[in-house]
């Protein structure tokens, strides 16, 4: 044995990174929600042709000889706001099948079975008097009751007077029932039970032991819902205040784009785009969260939305522009491909990931600042009270689509050609200053061979935290034929 091997022998194994405990299951809940957020453009693409200014009446219904267009305005109105008023039963569905492994239909209808039972129970439990001496739901007033106090007359003359109470978790309570649901088949959906009750066991098991178990959890929910309600309720409303809107937006957008690359970011926007501040319609339905509140009318939504059109369309692609410009000579060819297919994506549907992966990870620092940036794009747009907003991501085609009914979209655009500029130099003047290694500017292997490109490896990462990998490699294990070699399995833009 030689000196050099002995000491190469006797050189300290390299220690293996601890997980953080909870952080693999939060990746997996992020990934989930992709599944029920799918289904936001159908809703908002249909709501929004249903409006009046679309194919209504004051729109395509109202041209000569199209009058015919009303009732199919009312018809596409319908099927949108049928999705929209039910996003807590598609997260509850959509969360079971996303987070299960293995999921299949008895998982679906555990969710659906788990979200039916939890509703029903707390509507009985919601004028219940608590313990403390309160209601377990909040109290509000009949839908007549302000008429009736104007007239003068006696409200408990009129049934549409009388207060009702409510236990409202929204969508947050789809997406719980969703993970207990797919927690519950991972356990049960094998088991077997005694000969009489065989017909039971197994995944038809999986949906009965759901109904159990959302009682419980509605219990707990009942008995939590005041102090949930004040803080939720407490918080939504400050942070939807114009007052603070923009302090709230700044720190909502640069959050966001700090938990992308842990594909944690979708646990974020659950509570702004689903859940904060309230919108009653015309028709007296009541519209919760940023999205919801925005296609159905609320001048104050995009509070959570409007900042993102001018990265997304804009800034992004300049960024691209940028790592494009600064790539190696030998490799400027093939990065400007790349570069502009991502850029395109970012514009059109605001799917950003494959950009921000290629850079996220190189250049941290220059990540950290585009997430500033972001978030000072989304205070911009709501000091100077531009509102605009999507059914899926702040891309072109939902920015055209709700251009009507956006404020000051313009406007929007002209911060986004500002954003663009700053983003570009930013991008430029870091990338070269610092030699970051960027796709395009990875390092030469030993006979000038490229090394794998950075943008590849993104890529893979970008599809990982989608759960796009995931979907492939449980596609392939229920196909075996259509399994591929691990190498070929990455995509290339």
Same mark, same amino acid.
């Given at each position: 044995?030689?000196?050099?091997?002995?000491?190469?022998?006797?050189?300290?194994?390299?220690?293996?990174?601890?997980?953080?405990?909870?952080?693999?299951?939060?990746?997996?809940?992020?990934?989930?929600?992709?599944?029920?957020?799918?289904?936001?453009?159908?809703?908002?693409?249909?709501?929004?042709?249903?409006?009046?200014?679309?194919?209504?009446?004051?729109?395509?219904?109202?041209?000569?000889?199209?009058?015919?267009?009303?009732?199919?305005?009312?018809?596409?109105?319908?099927?949108?706001?049928?999705?929209?008023?039910?996003?807590?039963?598609?997260?509850?569905?959509?969360?079971?099948?996303?987070?299960?492994?293995?999921?299949?239909?008895?998982?679906?209808?555990?969710?659906?079975?788990?979200?039916?039972?939890?509703?029903?129970?707390?509507?009985?439990?919601?004028?219940?008097?608590?313990?403390?001496?309160?209601?377990?739901?909040?109290?509000?007033?009949?839908?007549?009751?302000?008429?009736?106090?104007?007239?003068?007359?006696?409200?408990?003359?009129?049934?549409?007077?009388?207060?009702?109470?409510?236990?409202?978790?929204? +969508? =947050? /309570? @789809?997406? #719980?029932? *969703?993970? $207990?649901?797919? %927690? !519950?088949?991972?356990?049960?959906?094998?088991?077997? &039970?005694?000969?009489?009750?065989?017909?039971?066991?197994?995944?038809?098991?999986?949906?009965?032991?759901?109904?159990?178990?959302?009682?419980?959890?509605?219990?707990?929910?009942?008995?939590?819902?005041?102090?949930?309600?004040?803080?939720?309720?407490?918080?939504?409303?400050?942070?939807?205040?114009?007052?603070?809107? +923009? =302090? /709230? @937006?700044? #720190?909502? *957008?640069? $959050?966001?784009? %700090? !938990?992308?690359?842990?594909?944690?970011?979708?646990? &974020?926007?659950?509570?702004?785009?689903?859940?904060?501040?309230?919108?009653?319609?015309?028709?007296?339905?009541?519209?919760?969260?940023?999205?919801?509140?925005?296609?159905?009318?609320?001048?104050?939504?995009?509070?959570?939305?409007?900042?993102?059109?001018?990265?997304?369309?804009?800034?992004?692609?300049?960024?691209?522009?940028?790592?494009?410009?600064?790539?190696?000579?030998?490799?400027?060819?093939?990065?400007?491909?790349?570069?502009v297919s991502v850029a395109l994506t970012a514009f059109l549907t605001g799917i950003t990931e494959p950009l921000e992966f290629a850079?996220?990870?190189?250049?941290?620092?220059?990540?950290?600042?585009?997430?500033?940036?972001?978030?000072?794009?989304?205070?911009?747009?709501?000091?100077?009270?531009?509102?605009?907003?999507?059914?899926?991501?702040?891309?072109?085609?939902?920015?055209?689509?709700?251009?009507?009914?956006?404020?000051?979209?313009?406007?929007?655009?002209?911060?986004?050609?500002?954003?663009?500029?700053?983003?570009?130099?930013?991008?430029?003047?870091?990338?070269?200053?610092?030699?970051?290694?960027?796709?395009?500017?990875?390092?030469?292997?030993?006979?000038?061979?490229?090394?794998?490109?950075?943008?590849?490896?993104?890529?893979?990462?970008?599809?990982?935290?989608?759960?796009?990998?995931?979907?492939?490699?449980?596609?392939?294990?229920?196909?075996?034929?259509?399994?591929?070699?691990?190498?070929?399995?990455?995509?290339?833009?």
């Amino acid at each position: 044995m030689t000196a050099a091997t002995a000491g190469a022998g006797s050189a300290p194994a390299p220690k293996e990174k601890k997980p953080i405990p909870g952080f693999a299951q939060l990746q997996r809940v992020g990934r989930s929600l992709m599944l029920p957020i799918a289904s936001l453009p159908a809703a908002g693409l249909l709501l929004r042709l249903g409006q009046p200014d679309m194919l209504g009446a004051d729109g395509v219904a109202g041209w000569s000889g199209m009058g015919w267009m009303q009732p199919v305005a009312e018809i596409l109105g319908a099927a949108g706001g049928a999705l929209i008023d039910n996003l807590p039963i598609l997260f509850a569905i959509g969360v079971a099948i996303g987070y299960a492994r293995r999921s299949d239909g008895s998982t679906a209808l555990a969710g659906l079975v788990g979200y039916l039972v939890l509703t029903a129970v707390l509507r009985v439990m919601a004028p219940m008097t608590a313990p403390w001496g309160d209601t377990f739901g909040s109290e509000a007033p009949g839908s007549c009751a302000e008429t009736v106090a104007e007239a003068g007359l006696n409200p408990d003359d009129f049934a549409c007077a009388a207060s009702t109470y409510t236990i409202n978790y929204g +969508v =947050l /309570g @789809g997406i #719980v029932i *969703g993970i $207990v649901a797919a %927690l !519950l088949y991972q356990r049960y959906y094998r088991i077997k &039970l005694p000969p009489y009750l065989a017909f039971f066991g197994g995944r038809r098991f999986v949906p009965i032991i759901t109904a159990v178990a959302a009682i419980v959890v509605a219990v707990v929910f009942a008995f939590i819902y005041p102090v949930f309600d004040r803080v939720i309720t407490g918080f939504g409303d400050w942070v939807t205040d114009p007052g603070n809107s +923009v =302090l /709230g @937006g700044f #720190v909502f *957008g640069t $959050v966001n784009r %700090l !938990l992308i690359p842990f594909g944690l970011h979708h646990l &974020l926007n659950n509570l702004p785009w689903f859940q904060f501040g309230s919108f009653e319609a015309a028709d007296g339905q009541v519209y919760y969260g940023d999205i919801a509140r925005f296609l159905n009318g609320d001048p104050t939504a995009g509070v959570f939305m409007t900042g993102f059109f001018p990265i997304m369309m804009f800034a992004l692609p300049a960024a691209a522009l940028a790592i494009w410009h600064t790539a190696r000579p030998s490799r400027r060819k093939a990065t400007g491909g790349v570069m502009v297919s991502v850029a395109l994506t970012a514009f059109l549907t605001g799917i950003t990931e494959p950009l921000e992966f290629a850079f996220a990870y190189v250049a941290f620092p220059l990540y950290v600042v585009h997430a500033l940036l972001t978030g000072s794009s989304l205070a911009v747009m709501n000091a100077l009270e531009y509102r605009s907003g999507f059914s899926f991501s702040a891309g072109a085609i939902d920015f055209l689509l709700n251009f009507n009914i956006a404020t000051q979209p313009l406007m929007i655009v002209v911060f986004g050609l500002i954003y663009a500029v700053i983003y570009y130099f930013v991008f430029r003047f870091a990338i070269t200053r610092f030699n970051l290694r960027t796709p395009g500017r990875e390092e030469e292997g030993a006979e000038g061979a490229a090394v794998p490109s950075v943008f590849d490896e993104a890529q893979e990462a970008a599809a990982v935290s989608t759960g796009k990998r995931a979907a492939e490699e449980e596609a392939g294990s229920r196909d075996p034929g259509s399994r591929r070699d691990p190498g070929a399995g990455r995509e290339r833009t």
